[in-house]
């Protein structure tokens, strides 16, 4: 990604609150889901933004009777 001529490295503080109070309200909608709600989390366990780890925490506290977790070994955020 480092290569991308689109990519950037840098944000403003104002994009970090955004992106901060987005994941929040991602959560907090995801803890609502419904239990008929089939879900598929797939994470990188080199993700420097979504950690595996907090991603597995959330993961165990979804309501949802139908999900899977998938953790690609080795991979960062963006899973090619």
């Known amino acids: 990604h ?24 991602g959560k907090r909608a995801a803890l609502k889901m419904s239990r008929q709600t089939p879900l598929l989390m797939v994470v990188g366990s ?7 780890k907090a991603t597995a925490k959330l993961f165990a506290k979804l309501p949802t009777a139908d999900k899977q977790l998938i953790t690609i070994r080795d991979q960062g955020h963006l899973l090619v």
Do not use: F, T
């Open 2 to 25: 480092l290569r991308d001529p689109l990519g950037r490295d840098r944000q403003s503080v104002r994009e970090i609150m955004k992106c901060i109070s987005a994941n929040y309200a």
């Open 46 to 52: 080199k993700d420097k933004l979504c950690n595996s």
